[in-house]
């Protein structure tokens, strides 16, 4: 088909994150632009994940707040929890996140189809019916990986998918996986009120990130009630009377544990089956769709972003994604000019949050350069001791020779807002001075990240 005869610029499959804000800075830059959705708009993030879980866990937040402010003076007895009408607003929240999405559709003149979209020759076709298009951006997302013998039952074996709107609190669970997922329904179950276990094969809590972040999540749990078994793999599952035995191994051999549900968080499998990729000529490595630094793939004018590329499965690397390929097609993007991972949070939402940006620092000094690293501790900081919320530090790694920040982690109430800080900073290329010479308020939690920038300096004055 010609570009003239094609019936859009731009035929987005997946309305989630990255599909949706792609269609909406295509339409920005004059693309005829129409989005395909197999269920409704926002994706798994609006719908199914980082919306809905945020919901919960901020009620979660406000029980525990309210559980311990009695040692505070303030008297609220009978605290109880309504876990049915927790999950019933996460989800009244999810369903103005669609609708939001929906109305952004039609403010910005949008074509919003439902229905199965797959690619076909010079354009897709949508429950058989053929739409022509110049540029197609698959964005279709992911959906949760499970393990053999731990098949999704909805009722003793869940994913998150189930647990987010099932309206039962479980007595107790067992929890497979110690990521970002695992420890925010972790928090969410254990705060009210179930008995739970993390299992984790790696060593330390959230693999992949600092590791001092992963350990001090696994302290803060303790004392929080869950039990968190590191080193110990799943190894199977006996289904019984509305209960599961769950067997698990480390190095002092296998253990059961016996839990009224079980939730699997093992990572999530991207959704490339039946979108027509290797008749369109679109190359996959373990079902992940292969991406150039400008979101092309191995086919001509057929983008790819989001959960479906990885390996970063983030909300927001899938819209900043988007905007780079959609920017690319418009001609208003140099080819290459695409995203750092190194520039892109991550945050998870449990109590005490977890954020990061950029190199931890067994990865920085495995690059070789030598490095600085400043750690500051909440408990010494008077806006942390004010608000009662001490867990947690913050630590900054830098370059020695450049004094370059090279990643900052923290752990601790709010960081997940105070990142954004570290994210600017290392967008800047700016150095630990840089962080020291700003003034920040006092007292904030915010004032963390430039007394470990001190540290790392060793020019430390409250610790
Ligand atoms: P998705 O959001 O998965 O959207 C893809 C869309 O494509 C879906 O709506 C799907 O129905 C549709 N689709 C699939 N196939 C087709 C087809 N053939 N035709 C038409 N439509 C199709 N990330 C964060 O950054 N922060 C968080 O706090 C966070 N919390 C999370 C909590 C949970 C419990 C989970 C599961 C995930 C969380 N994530 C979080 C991850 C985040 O949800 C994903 O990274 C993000 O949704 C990926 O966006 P996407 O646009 O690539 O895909």
Aim: glycine share 12%; hydrophobic share 45%.
């Amino acid at each position: 088909m010609s570009p003239a005869a094609a019936d859009y610029d731009l035929v987005v499959l997946g309305a989630g994150p990255g599909g949706y804000v792609a269609a909406i800075r295509a339409a920005h830059l004059g693309l005829r632009t129409a989005v395909v959705e197999r269920d409704r708009p926002g994706g798994v993030c609006g719908n199914w994940g980082c919306i809905p879980s945020k919901a919960l866990l901020a009620d979660a937040a406000l029980f525990a707040e309210l559980k311990t402010a009695a040692g505070r003076g303030i008297l609220a007895d009978n605290v109880r929890v309504d876990y049915a009408r927790v999950i019933a607003r996460s989800r009244e929240v999810a369903d103005r996140q669609a609708k939001g999405v929906e109305f952004l559709f039609k403010k910005n003149a949008i074509a919003y189809r439902q229905g199965v979209g797959r690619l076909a020759r010079g354009g897709v076709t949508v429950d058989g019916e053929r739409i022509g298009a110049r540029f197609v951006l698959l964005a279709t997302g992911s959906r949760e990986r499970t393990l053999p013998g731990l098949e999704v039952d909805g009722q003793i074996v869940v994913t998150s998918r189930e647990a987010l709107e099932r309206p039962v609190l479980p007595a107790s669970a067992v929890i497979v996986g110690g990521g970002a997922v695992g420890v925010e329904f972790a928090y969410l179950y254990a705060t009210f009120g179930a008995k739970v276990t993390v299992v984790e094969m790696a060593e330390t809590l959230l693999p992949g990130m600092d590791v001092d972040l992963g350990r001090e999540l696994a302290r803060a749990f303790a004392r929080q009630g869950i039990e968190v078994l590191l080193g110990h793999r799943y190894e199977g599952l006996a289904r019984g009377e509305g209960r599961a035995r769950v067997t698990v191994a480390g190095k002092d051999g296998p253990r059961t544990l016996d839990a009224a549900q079980v939730l699997v968080a093992v990572g999530r499998a991207p959704l490339s089956e039946d979108l027509g990729l290797s008749e369109a000529g679109v190359r996959t490595e373990k079902d992940f769709v292969v991406v150039d630094a400008s979101l092309r793939t191995s086919a001509e004018r057929v983008y790819a972003i989001g959960d479906l590329v990885g390996p970063l499965l983030l909300a927001h690397a899938a819209s900043a994604q988007g905007i780079v390929a959609v920017e690319t097609m418009a001609g208003k993007r140099a080819a290459g000019q695409g995203l750092d991972p190194a520039r892109v949070p991550m945050c998870i939402y449990c109590m005490p949050e977890v954020a990061a940006v950029g190199l931890g620092e067994a990865e920085a000094r495995a690059r070789g350069g030598e490095v600085r690293v400043g750690k500051f501790p909440f408990r010494a900081l008077g806006k942390a001791m004010a608000t009662g919320h001490t867990d947690g530090f913050v630590k900054v790694v830098s370059g020695a020779r450049h004094d370059e920040i090279l990643g900052v982690h923290m752990i601790g109430a709010g960081v997940t807002d105070l990142i954004a800080e570290a994210g600017l900073a290392c967008t800047l290329e700016a150095t630990t001075e840089d962080l020291v010479a700003t003034v920040h308020a006092h007292p904030t939690m915010a004032e963390a990240l430039r007394e470990a920038a001190l540290v790392a300096r060793g020019e430390g004055i409250n610790v």
